[in-house]
Protein backbone atom coordinates (compact mmCIF):
# COMPACT_ATOMS: atom_id res chain seq x y z
CA UNK A 1 0.00 0.00 0.00
CA UNK A 2 1.10 3.75 -0.86
CA UNK A 3 2.49 5.63 2.11
CA UNK A 4 -0.66 8.33 2.74
CA UNK A 5 -0.78 11.32 5.33
CA UNK A 6 -3.37 14.17 5.80
CA UNK A 7 -1.88 16.97 4.73
CA UNK A 8 -2.63 20.28 7.11
CA UNK A 9 -1.93 22.25 4.09
CA UNK A 10 -4.43 20.73 1.58
CA UNK A 11 -6.67 19.34 4.39
CA UNK A 12 -6.14 16.11 2.27
CA UNK A 13 -5.05 12.70 2.44
CA UNK A 14 -2.27 12.19 -0.03
CA UNK A 15 0.08 10.35 -0.99
CA UNK A 16 3.83 10.59 0.53
CA UNK A 17 6.15 11.13 -2.03
CA UNK A 18 9.44 12.12 -0.80
CA UNK A 19 11.40 14.59 -2.50
CA UNK A 20 14.17 12.29 -3.58
CA UNK A 21 12.38 9.18 -4.31
CA UNK A 22 15.72 7.00 -5.34
CA UNK A 23 17.94 7.83 -2.36
CA UNK A 24 14.56 7.55 -0.03
CA UNK A 25 16.13 10.83 2.08
CA UNK A 26 13.26 11.94 4.03
CA UNK A 27 14.35 15.32 6.25
CA UNK A 28 11.74 15.90 8.91
CA UNK A 29 11.45 19.26 11.27
CA UNK A 30 10.02 18.94 14.57
CA UNK A 31 9.39 21.71 16.64
CA UNK A 32 10.70 21.38 19.94
CA UNK A 33 10.21 22.35 23.66
CA UNK A 34 10.46 25.91 24.96
CA UNK A 35 12.87 25.56 27.67
CA UNK A 36 11.20 27.35 30.42
CA UNK A 37 9.44 24.11 32.18
CA UNK A 38 9.21 20.95 32.49
CA UNK A 39 7.58 19.20 29.55
CA UNK A 40 4.05 18.13 29.78
CA UNK A 41 2.32 14.63 28.29
CA UNK A 42 0.35 16.59 26.10
CA UNK A 43 4.04 17.28 24.89
CA UNK A 44 4.92 13.75 24.92
CA UNK A 45 1.60 12.74 23.13
CA UNK A 46 3.44 15.06 19.90
CA UNK A 47 6.50 13.30 20.11
CA UNK A 48 5.83 10.22 20.66
CA UNK A 49 3.42 10.83 17.50
CA UNK A 50 6.72 11.96 15.76
CA UNK A 51 9.11 9.06 17.03
CA UNK A 52 6.48 6.80 15.23
CA UNK A 53 6.55 8.52 12.01
CA UNK A 54 10.32 8.61 12.28
CA UNK A 55 10.05 5.01 13.09
CA UNK A 56 7.64 3.69 10.30
CA UNK A 57 9.34 5.36 7.63
CA UNK A 58 12.65 3.50 9.22
CA UNK A 59 10.84 0.51 8.72
CA UNK A 60 10.00 0.90 5.37
CA UNK A 61 13.36 1.53 4.60
CA UNK A 62 13.69 5.31 4.40
CA UNK A 63 16.54 7.43 5.55
CA UNK A 64 15.05 10.08 8.30
CA UNK A 65 17.29 12.99 8.83
CA UNK A 66 15.39 14.48 11.39
CA UNK A 67 15.58 18.10 13.44
CA UNK A 68 13.97 19.18 16.71
CA UNK A 69 14.96 22.61 18.02
CA UNK A 70 15.23 23.82 21.45
CA UNK A 71 13.97 26.82 22.27
CA UNK A 72 16.02 28.81 24.68
CA UNK A 73 15.06 32.21 24.13
CA UNK A 74 11.31 34.09 24.38
CA UNK A 75 9.13 35.57 26.58
CA UNK A 76 8.69 33.04 28.75
CA UNK A 77 12.49 31.78 29.21
CA UNK A 78 13.57 35.08 29.92
CA UNK A 79 10.74 35.90 32.46
CA UNK A 80 12.00 32.45 33.90
CA UNK A 81 15.58 33.54 34.51
CA UNK A 82 14.42 36.52 35.70
CA UNK A 83 12.51 35.34 38.45
CA UNK A 84 14.63 32.57 39.55
CA UNK A 85 17.72 35.22 39.08
CA UNK A 86 20.44 33.47 37.13
CA UNK A 87 21.72 33.69 33.67
CA UNK A 88 19.28 32.23 31.12
CA UNK A 89 21.39 29.73 30.03
CA UNK A 90 21.55 28.29 33.64
CA UNK A 91 17.93 28.84 33.72
CA UNK A 92 17.45 26.80 30.39
CA UNK A 93 20.04 24.11 30.54
CA UNK A 94 18.58 22.55 33.60
CA UNK A 95 14.83 22.12 31.49
CA UNK A 96 17.10 20.63 28.24
CA UNK A 97 18.38 18.17 30.88
CA UNK A 98 15.07 17.28 31.93
CA UNK A 99 13.78 17.10 28.35
CA UNK A 100 16.52 14.58 27.63
CA UNK A 101 15.97 12.53 30.35
CA UNK A 102 12.09 12.20 29.74
CA UNK A 103 13.06 11.69 26.02
CA UNK A 104 14.71 8.52 26.73
CA UNK A 105 12.37 7.15 29.39
CA UNK A 106 9.35 7.29 27.01
CA UNK A 107 12.03 5.35 24.19
CA UNK A 108 11.80 8.33 21.50
CA UNK A 109 14.61 8.23 19.65
CA UNK A 110 16.90 11.30 19.49
CA UNK A 111 16.45 13.63 16.55
CA UNK A 112 19.74 14.05 14.45
CA UNK A 113 20.41 17.46 15.23
CA UNK A 114 18.94 19.63 18.54
CA UNK A 115 19.82 23.24 17.10
CA UNK A 116 19.14 26.07 20.01
CA UNK A 117 18.01 29.48 19.02
CA UNK A 118 20.85 31.05 21.24
CA UNK A 119 23.15 29.46 19.10
CA UNK A 120 25.23 32.11 17.09
CA UNK A 121 25.07 30.40 13.78
CA UNK A 122 21.18 30.50 14.08
CA UNK A 123 21.00 33.92 15.75
CA UNK A 124 23.59 35.03 12.34
CA UNK A 125 20.66 33.46 10.33
CA UNK A 126 18.18 34.98 11.92
CA UNK A 127 19.63 38.39 11.18
CA UNK A 128 20.51 37.17 7.43
CA UNK A 129 16.94 36.28 6.73
CA UNK A 130 15.29 39.28 8.56
CA UNK A 131 17.43 41.57 6.37
CA UNK A 132 16.25 39.55 3.41
CA UNK A 133 12.45 40.30 4.32
CA UNK A 134 12.85 43.78 4.46
CA UNK A 135 14.81 44.08 1.29
CA UNK A 136 11.83 42.64 -0.47
CA UNK A 137 9.33 44.72 1.35
CA UNK A 138 7.96 41.59 3.10
CA UNK A 139 9.28 43.21 6.51
CA UNK A 140 9.72 46.99 8.48
CA UNK A 141 11.18 48.14 11.44
CA UNK A 142 8.72 50.29 13.34
CA UNK A 143 8.69 52.96 15.78
CA UNK A 144 9.03 50.63 19.18
CA UNK A 145 12.55 49.57 16.98
CA UNK A 146 11.01 46.27 16.74
CA UNK A 147 11.02 44.41 13.40
CA UNK A 148 7.70 42.75 12.01
CA UNK A 149 6.20 40.80 8.69
CA UNK A 150 3.89 42.80 6.90
CA UNK A 151 1.72 39.90 6.24
CA UNK A 152 -0.39 42.02 3.45
CA UNK A 153 2.49 41.28 1.35
CA UNK A 154 2.47 37.70 1.73
CA UNK A 155 -0.77 36.74 -0.05
CA UNK A 156 -0.43 33.24 1.04
CA UNK A 157 -0.28 33.99 4.85
CA UNK A 158 -3.39 32.29 5.98
CA UNK A 159 -3.45 29.22 3.68
CA UNK A 160 -2.49 26.82 6.45
CA UNK A 161 -4.97 27.39 9.07
CA UNK A 162 -7.72 28.28 6.36
CA UNK A 163 -7.42 31.59 8.05
CA UNK A 164 -9.50 34.80 6.95
CA UNK A 165 -7.04 37.82 6.86
CA UNK A 166 -9.76 39.89 6.62
CA UNK A 167 -11.55 38.92 9.77
CA UNK A 168 -7.96 40.67 10.96
CA UNK A 169 -8.66 43.77 9.57
CA UNK A 170 -12.10 44.22 10.45
CA UNK A 171 -10.87 44.42 13.83
CA UNK A 172 -8.83 47.64 13.34
CA UNK A 173 -5.77 48.31 15.64
CA UNK A 174 -6.01 47.63 18.73
CA UNK A 175 -3.96 49.55 21.87
CA UNK A 176 -2.32 47.11 23.64
CA UNK A 177 1.69 46.73 22.97
CA UNK A 178 0.27 46.69 19.15
CA UNK A 179 0.42 50.66 18.38
CA UNK A 180 3.58 50.58 16.40
CA UNK A 181 2.51 47.74 13.71
CA UNK A 182 0.96 48.30 10.63
CA UNK A 183 -1.35 45.74 10.64
CA UNK A 184 -2.49 43.19 13.80
CA UNK A 185 -1.74 40.46 12.28
CA UNK A 186 2.33 41.55 12.00
CA UNK A 187 4.17 39.40 13.99
CA UNK A 188 7.88 40.10 15.28
CA UNK A 189 10.85 39.04 13.58
CA UNK A 190 13.41 40.76 15.96
CA UNK A 191 12.23 42.32 19.26
CA UNK A 192 14.04 45.67 20.17
CA UNK A 193 15.81 45.09 23.81
CA UNK A 194 14.02 46.55 26.63
CA UNK A 195 14.85 46.24 30.51
CA UNK A 196 12.81 43.32 31.27
CA UNK A 197 15.43 41.93 29.06
CA UNK A 198 18.08 42.29 31.37
CA UNK A 199 21.45 40.78 29.85
CA UNK A 200 19.87 38.91 26.90
CA UNK A 201 20.32 40.70 23.46
CA UNK A 202 21.98 40.30 20.83
CA UNK A 203 23.20 43.25 18.20
CA UNK A 204 21.58 43.50 14.87
CA UNK A 205 21.15 46.09 12.04
CA UNK A 206 18.13 47.53 13.91
CA UNK A 207 19.65 47.90 17.22
CA UNK A 208 20.31 45.48 20.29
CA UNK A 209 17.20 42.94 20.56
CA UNK A 210 16.44 39.01 20.46
CA UNK A 211 14.67 37.23 17.63
CA UNK A 212 10.97 36.51 17.85
CA UNK A 213 10.14 32.54 18.27
CA UNK A 214 8.68 31.75 14.82
CA UNK A 215 12.40 32.99 13.07
CA UNK A 216 14.07 30.65 15.29
CA UNK A 217 12.36 28.06 13.59
CA UNK A 218 12.27 29.10 9.84
CA UNK A 219 16.23 29.83 10.82
CA UNK A 220 17.40 26.31 12.44
CA UNK A 221 15.17 24.75 9.55
CA UNK A 222 16.95 26.30 6.18
CA UNK A 223 19.63 26.56 8.00
CA UNK A 224 20.25 22.38 8.38
CA UNK A 225 17.62 21.15 6.04
CA UNK A 226 18.12 23.45 2.90
CA UNK A 227 15.28 25.38 1.25
CA UNK A 228 12.91 22.24 1.22
CA UNK A 229 11.55 20.18 3.73
CA UNK A 230 9.49 16.38 3.20
CA UNK A 231 8.14 16.68 6.55
CA UNK A 232 6.93 19.21 9.11
CA UNK A 233 5.69 18.30 12.12
CA UNK A 234 3.98 19.85 15.30
CA UNK A 235 0.70 19.90 17.81
CA UNK A 236 -1.89 21.44 16.15
CA UNK A 237 -2.09 24.82 18.56
CA UNK A 238 1.59 25.27 16.16
CA UNK A 239 -0.39 25.55 13.12
CA UNK A 240 -1.33 29.45 13.79
CA UNK A 241 0.16 31.72 14.30
CA UNK A 242 3.73 29.82 14.63
CA UNK A 243 3.53 27.46 11.64
CA UNK A 244 2.05 29.56 9.18
CA UNK A 245 4.78 32.07 10.08
CA UNK A 246 7.52 29.57 9.52
CA UNK A 247 5.76 29.42 5.89
CA UNK A 248 5.61 33.24 5.50
CA UNK A 249 9.04 33.79 7.13
CA UNK A 250 10.61 31.66 4.48
CA UNK A 251 9.48 31.19 1.40
CA UNK A 252 9.55 34.37 1.75
CA UNK A 253 13.04 34.62 1.44
CA UNK A 254 13.67 31.60 -0.63
CA UNK A 255 10.73 32.00 -2.79
CA UNK A 256 10.81 28.03 -2.93
CA UNK A 257 7.29 25.97 -0.97
CA UNK A 258 9.27 25.50 2.79
CA UNK A 259 7.37 22.20 3.65
CA UNK A 260 5.66 19.74 0.97
CA UNK A 261 3.83 17.58 4.16
CA UNK A 262 2.71 19.72 7.28
CA UNK A 263 1.39 16.90 9.67
CA UNK A 264 -0.28 17.94 13.05
CA UNK A 265 -1.10 16.24 16.02
CA UNK A 266 -4.40 16.53 18.49
CA UNK A 267 -4.90 17.69 21.97
CA UNK A 268 -4.45 15.91 24.96
CA UNK A 269 -7.31 15.69 27.34
CA UNK A 270 -6.96 14.68 31.11
CA UNK A 271 -10.53 13.13 32.45
CA UNK A 272 -12.06 15.00 29.05
CA UNK A 273 -10.71 18.45 29.93
CA UNK A 274 -8.00 20.69 28.75
CA UNK A 275 -4.67 19.85 30.82
CA UNK A 276 -4.00 23.01 33.30
CA UNK A 277 -2.49 23.47 36.71
CA UNK A 278 -5.58 25.62 37.73
CA UNK A 279 -7.77 22.21 37.19
CA UNK A 280 -4.85 20.37 39.24
CA UNK A 281 -5.30 17.79 36.24
CA UNK A 282 -1.27 19.01 34.59
CA UNK A 283 1.29 16.05 34.49
CA UNK A 284 4.91 15.91 33.75
CA UNK A 285 6.53 12.73 33.30
CA UNK A 286 7.98 12.20 36.63
CA UNK A 287 4.15 12.70 38.15
CA UNK A 288 3.21 9.55 36.40
CA UNK A 289 6.27 7.55 37.11
CA UNK A 290 5.93 8.87 41.14
CA UNK A 291 2.83 7.11 40.97
CA UNK A 292 4.19 3.90 40.02
CA UNK A 293 3.90 3.65 36.02
CA UNK A 294 6.66 2.94 33.54
CA UNK A 295 8.29 4.68 30.59
CA UNK A 296 7.44 2.21 28.55
CA UNK A 297 3.83 1.77 29.96
CA UNK A 298 3.12 5.69 29.51
CA UNK A 299 4.57 5.56 25.80
CA UNK A 300 2.12 3.00 25.21
CA UNK A 301 -0.97 5.32 26.57
CA UNK A 302 -0.44 8.53 24.95
CA UNK A 303 0.98 6.23 21.49
CA UNK A 304 -2.12 4.13 21.39
CA UNK A 305 -4.62 6.60 19.67
CA UNK A 306 -4.43 7.61 16.12
CA UNK A 307 -2.90 11.11 16.14
CA UNK A 308 -5.60 13.24 14.65
CA UNK A 309 -7.91 12.37 17.19
CA UNK A 310 -7.88 13.67 20.71
CA UNK A 311 -6.54 11.66 22.94
CA UNK A 312 -8.24 12.02 26.66
CA UNK A 313 -5.86 10.78 29.21
CA UNK A 314 -7.34 9.01 32.10
CA UNK A 315 -5.78 6.92 35.24
CA UNK A 316 -8.28 3.80 33.52
CA UNK A 317 -6.48 4.46 30.53
CA UNK A 318 -3.12 3.65 32.54
CA UNK A 319 -3.93 0.30 34.32
CA UNK A 320 -5.57 -0.85 30.40
CA UNK A 321 -1.76 0.35 29.21
CA UNK A 322 -0.34 -1.73 32.08
CA UNK A 323 -2.66 -4.87 31.09
CA UNK A 324 -2.10 -4.80 27.30
CA UNK A 325 1.50 -4.58 27.74
CA UNK A 326 1.45 -7.53 30.33
CA UNK A 327 -0.49 -9.50 27.74
CA UNK A 328 2.17 -8.60 25.29
CA UNK A 329 4.81 -9.77 27.73
CA UNK A 330 2.97 -13.21 28.39
CA UNK A 331 2.31 -13.87 24.26
CA UNK A 332 6.35 -13.35 23.72
CA UNK A 333 7.10 -16.02 26.59
CA UNK A 334 4.81 -18.18 25.40
CA UNK A 335 6.02 -17.77 21.63
CA UNK A 336 9.26 -18.21 22.96
CA UNK A 337 8.61 -21.41 25.23
CA UNK A 338 6.73 -23.12 22.01
CA UNK A 339 10.00 -22.35 19.34
CA UNK A 340 12.54 -23.86 21.82
CA UNK A 341 10.31 -26.74 22.46
CA UNK A 342 10.37 -28.16 18.27
CA UNK A 343 7.07 -28.75 18.20
CA UNK A 344 6.38 -29.72 14.41
CA UNK A 345 2.87 -30.63 13.87
CA UNK A 346 1.29 -27.34 13.88
CA UNK A 347 -2.18 -27.58 11.58
CA UNK A 348 -4.05 -24.03 10.65
CA UNK A 349 -1.50 -21.94 12.22
CA UNK A 350 -1.76 -18.56 11.56
CA UNK A 351 0.77 -16.78 10.18
CA UNK A 352 1.94 -12.87 10.11
CA UNK A 353 1.05 -10.90 7.30
CA UNK A 354 1.21 -6.86 6.58
CA UNK A 355 -2.18 -5.70 7.85
CA UNK A 356 0.61 -4.26 10.69
CA UNK A 357 2.42 -2.16 8.21
CA UNK A 358 -0.39 -1.36 6.10
CA UNK A 359 -2.02 0.56 9.08
CA UNK A 360 0.62 2.68 9.62
CA UNK A 361 1.22 3.31 5.96
CA UNK A 362 -2.97 4.38 6.03
CA UNK A 363 -1.80 8.28 7.81
CA UNK A 364 0.09 6.66 10.67
CA UNK A 365 -2.91 4.69 12.17
CA UNK A 366 -1.72 3.03 14.81
CA UNK A 367 -5.07 1.99 16.66
CA UNK A 368 -5.74 -0.38 13.76
CA UNK A 369 -2.02 -1.66 13.97
CA UNK A 370 -2.30 -2.04 17.49
CA UNK A 371 -5.83 -3.90 16.56
CA UNK A 372 -4.61 -6.12 14.72
CA UNK A 373 -1.66 -7.07 17.07
CA UNK A 374 -3.97 -7.87 19.85
CA UNK A 375 -6.20 -9.71 17.47
CA UNK A 376 -3.35 -11.68 16.18
CA UNK A 377 -2.21 -12.15 20.19
CA UNK A 378 -5.55 -13.78 21.09
CA UNK A 379 -5.76 -15.94 17.58
CA UNK A 380 -1.91 -17.48 18.18
CA UNK A 381 -2.84 -17.84 21.92
CA UNK A 382 -5.84 -19.97 21.05
CA UNK A 383 -3.75 -22.07 19.12
CA UNK A 384 -1.27 -22.39 21.19
CA UNK A 385 -3.96 -23.92 23.51
CA UNK A 386 -5.17 -26.00 21.14
CA UNK A 387 -1.28 -27.43 20.78
CA UNK A 388 -2.16 -26.01 16.89
CA UNK A 389 0.95 -23.98 16.77
CA UNK A 390 3.68 -25.65 15.36
CA UNK A 391 7.75 -24.02 16.35
CA UNK A 392 8.09 -22.42 13.06
CA UNK A 393 5.09 -20.67 13.07
CA UNK A 394 6.59 -19.18 17.00
CA UNK A 395 9.28 -18.25 15.25
CA UNK A 396 7.88 -16.42 12.26
CA UNK A 397 5.45 -14.50 15.02
CA UNK A 398 8.50 -13.80 16.80
CA UNK A 399 10.49 -12.34 14.12
CA UNK A 400 7.24 -10.48 13.36
CA UNK A 401 7.07 -8.93 16.46
CA UNK A 402 11.18 -7.69 16.07
CA UNK A 403 9.92 -6.29 12.86
CA UNK A 404 7.14 -4.29 14.72
CA UNK A 405 8.73 -3.54 17.86
CA UNK A 406 11.11 -1.00 16.09
CA UNK A 407 8.41 0.92 15.47
CA UNK A 408 6.18 0.25 18.77
CA UNK A 409 9.57 -0.21 21.14
CA UNK A 410 7.60 -1.96 23.75
CA UNK A 411 9.78 -4.77 24.49
CA UNK A 412 10.04 -5.69 27.99
CA UNK A 413 13.15 -4.52 29.42
CA UNK A 414 15.50 -6.95 31.44
CA UNK A 415 17.04 -4.76 34.17
CA UNK A 416 19.31 -5.63 36.41
CA UNK A 417 19.61 -3.40 39.68
CA UNK A 418 21.64 -3.43 42.75
CA UNK A 419 19.67 -2.80 45.47
CA UNK A 420 20.84 -2.60 48.93
CA UNK A 421 19.26 -4.74 51.70
CA UNK A 422 20.01 -3.03 55.11
CA UNK A 423 19.06 -4.43 58.33
CA UNK A 424 20.83 -4.58 61.70
CA UNK A 425 24.01 -6.70 61.63
CA UNK A 426 25.13 -8.44 64.84
CA UNK A 427 27.40 -5.38 66.09
CA UNK A 428 24.39 -3.35 65.74
CA UNK A 429 25.64 -1.90 62.84
CA UNK A 430 23.40 -1.76 59.44
CA UNK A 431 24.34 -4.81 57.96
CA UNK A 432 24.08 -3.65 54.40
CA UNK A 433 24.61 -6.51 51.44
CA UNK A 434 24.03 -6.09 47.71
CA UNK A 435 21.63 -7.83 45.98
CA UNK A 436 20.61 -8.35 42.52
CA UNK A 437 16.94 -7.81 41.76
CA UNK A 438 15.58 -8.95 38.44
CA UNK A 439 12.67 -6.79 37.41
CA UNK A 440 10.97 -6.18 34.19
CA UNK A 441 10.06 -2.93 34.99
CA UNK A 442 11.00 -0.20 37.19
CA UNK A 443 10.03 -1.04 40.87
CA UNK A 444 7.49 2.18 42.20
CA UNK A 445 8.50 3.08 45.58
CA UNK A 446 5.74 2.15 47.99
CA UNK A 447 7.31 -1.49 46.61
CA UNK A 448 10.75 -0.80 47.24
CA UNK A 449 10.10 -0.42 50.70
CA UNK A 450 7.81 -3.26 51.03
CA UNK A 451 10.31 -5.34 50.08
CA UNK A 452 13.04 -3.51 51.82
CA UNK A 453 11.06 -3.93 55.48
CA UNK A 454 10.97 -7.41 53.75
CA UNK A 455 14.46 -7.78 53.81
CA UNK A 456 15.21 -6.00 57.16
CA UNK A 457 12.60 -9.05 58.67
CA UNK A 458 14.73 -11.60 57.22
CA UNK A 459 17.56 -10.36 58.86
CA UNK A 460 15.93 -10.27 62.20
CA UNK A 461 14.13 -13.59 61.44
CA UNK A 462 10.80 -12.37 61.37
CA UNK A 463 9.19 -14.97 58.83
CA UNK A 464 5.90 -14.61 59.72
CA UNK A 465 6.30 -11.13 58.92
CA UNK A 466 8.29 -11.56 56.11
CA UNK A 467 5.62 -13.98 54.98
CA UNK A 468 2.68 -11.01 55.44
CA UNK A 469 4.94 -8.53 53.58
CA UNK A 470 5.22 -11.30 50.80
CA UNK A 471 1.21 -11.17 50.73
CA UNK A 472 1.44 -7.68 50.50
CA UNK A 473 3.61 -7.26 47.92
CA UNK A 474 1.61 -9.88 46.03
CA UNK A 475 -2.00 -7.55 46.51
CA UNK A 476 -0.32 -4.88 44.71
CA UNK A 477 1.22 -7.11 41.69
CA UNK A 478 4.88 -7.98 42.70
CA UNK A 479 6.11 -11.66 42.74
CA UNK A 480 8.58 -11.85 45.26
CA UNK A 481 11.48 -14.91 45.47
CA UNK A 482 14.37 -15.37 47.80
CA UNK A 483 17.54 -16.50 45.88
CA UNK A 484 20.78 -16.73 47.59
CA UNK A 485 21.65 -13.30 45.70
CA UNK A 486 18.58 -11.52 47.30
CA UNK A 487 14.93 -10.79 46.80
CA UNK A 488 13.99 -11.44 42.69
CA UNK A 489 11.18 -9.12 42.19
CA UNK A 490 9.06 -9.44 39.32
CA UNK A 491 5.31 -7.71 38.56
CA UNK A 492 2.97 -10.44 37.63
CA UNK A 493 1.48 -10.45 34.51
CA UNK A 494 -1.95 -9.56 34.97
CA UNK A 495 -5.20 -8.58 32.81
ZN1 LIG B 1 8.71 25.73 15.42
Known sequence: MALRFFNTYSREIEEFQPRDPPERKIDIYTCGPTVYSRAHIGNFRAYIFEDLLQRHLELRGDKVHRVMNITDVDDKTIRGAREAKIPLSKFTARFKQAFFEDIETLRIKRADE?????????????????????????????????????????????????????????????????????????????????????????????????????????????????????????????????????????????????????????????????????????????????????????????????????????????????????????????????????????????QPGQQFEEALDDDLNISAALGFLFESIRETNRAMDESKFDSASANAWLNWWERINSVLVLEPVQESVSVIISGSGVDGKAAVG??????????????????????????????????????????RGWEVRDTKDGQKITRRAGG
Open 434 to 475: SGRVIIEEAIPPDVAKLAEERAQARLAKDFQKSDELRNELSA
Open 114 to 350: FPAATDKRYIDRMIEMIGALISRGLAYQAEDKSVYFRINKFPDYGKLAHFDLTQLQSTGRVKHDEYDKEHIGDFALWKAWDEEDGDVGWESPWGRGRPGWHIECSAMATALLGEQIDIHCGGVDNIFPHHEAEIAQSEGVTGKKFVRYWLHCAHLLVDGQKMSKSLGNFYTLPNLLEKGYTGREIRYALMRVHYRAPLNFTWEGMEEARQALARINEWLLRLRETAAKKIDKGKNTK
